[in-house]
């Protein structure tokens, strides 16, 4: 195995990155934002601005932070990273293009793969914040 670093990393071993809306609420165990929620290191990374205000009104505007945290968890050498709120998903293909590593910011990317398990005539239900 290949180890690596880059300038300014000050630790290693975060296997994911998990990008976080910029707020504050008790996180509890099985939240995506508690590290005791994983059995393998997680590096977590706040996008300052991101609100929930801003992620649940969809600004597009807020793209450019989103990729700065998110080169910035590539960079420190995640090999995958999500996010902690499902509306950053209309982000998912442009992050995506973006960086090298997989990208899977909402689960709702998985509504084709679903589709395709229970036919086209099924319906899928999802409720949402908003």
Known sequence: MLYKTSKGQVSSGEAMGIL?????????????????????????QKIPGFTVTRALGKDPAVFDQLLLAAKSLERHGVRAITGDCGYMGI???????????????????QLPFIKTIIGPEAKVGVIVAD
């Open 20 to 44: 976080l809306l910029d707020t504050s609420v008790p996180f509890i165990p099985g939240d995506v934002a508690n590290a005791t929620t994983y059995t393998f290191p997680v590096r977590f």
């Open 91 to 109: 982000h998912q293909q442009a992050l995506a293009r973006a960086l090298d590593i997989p990208v899977f910011l909402s689960s709702l990317i």
